[in-house]
């Protein structure tokens, strides 16, 4: 059985943390992971998790395969400018995007069928193929805007997974909040996991 090849990309949204959490349970759970990270992302993962990860695509490539332990087969990393990345023709779709966090910017040109970048690129790939396209929008308030874009592309069925944790499940960390988004994206990438209790679940 092939293998699922799942693109993860982290945008300038604060909660970068998301990102990081469903990179590390993608890979434990077989999938072969491509990663994009946009510089406001970069900022953002500095930022809120001390994360300082720079340089070009190789050394990038080099340094988050040390972090998540991962093996070259299983983790690859491209840079936002990089067009000629084999995630950016619809002959090598990938199965699934998830844009984890999403910036309202990211998410008005993905609506927009903007292509400026891989990340918007490859996104684009994912509508025209009809793959499972995922965003994880992280703001507050929304305006107008932001909630007509966001009705655009679930029209065109892009699954929203708004960055809104939960309490049925009694969280008593910030790593328990973390778990409920990232549970539920993989509930929408159809990956099975135990990361919070269900509803009305005995634990």
């Known amino acids: 059985m092939r293998e699922r090849h799942i693109v993860v990309a982290i945008t300038g949204a604060s909660g970068a943390i998301y990102g990081v ?10 999938v072969r992971l491509s990663l994009l990270v946009s510089s406001a992302g970069r900022q953002v993962l500095r930022e809120e998790c001390g994360l300082d990860w720079r340089g070009d ?3 990038m490539a080099a340094e988050l395969r040390e972090y998540f332990r991962a093996a070259p087969e299983n983790l690859a990393y491209y840079g936002e400018n990089n067009l000629l990345a084999p995630i950016a023709s619809g002959s090598s779709a990938p199965d699934a995007m998830a844009v984890v966090p999403c910036s309202m910017g990211t998410l008005a040109r993905i609506a ?5 970048n891989l990340l918007e690129r490859c996104a684009d790939v994912m509508l025209k193929e009809r793959r499972t396209l995922l965003l994880v ?14 009705l655009r592309l679930a029209r065109l069925g892009v699954r929203m997974v708004p960055a809104m944790p939960a309490f049925y499940h009694h969280p008593r960390s910030i790593d328990d ?13 159809g990956i099975e996991n135990d990361l919070f209790a269900r509803w009305r679940e005995e634990t």
């Open 21 to 30: 959490r469903l990179c590390r349970e993608l890979l434990g759970a077989g």
């Open 57 to 59: 695509e190789e050394a």
């Open 177 to 189: 909040l973390v778990g409920f988004i990232v549970g539920k994206v993989l509930d929408q990438l």
């Open 112 to 116: 927009a069928g903007s292509s400026g």
């Open 137 to 150: 929008p992280r703001e507050t308030p929304v305006n107008v805007i932001h909630l007509e874009n966001m």
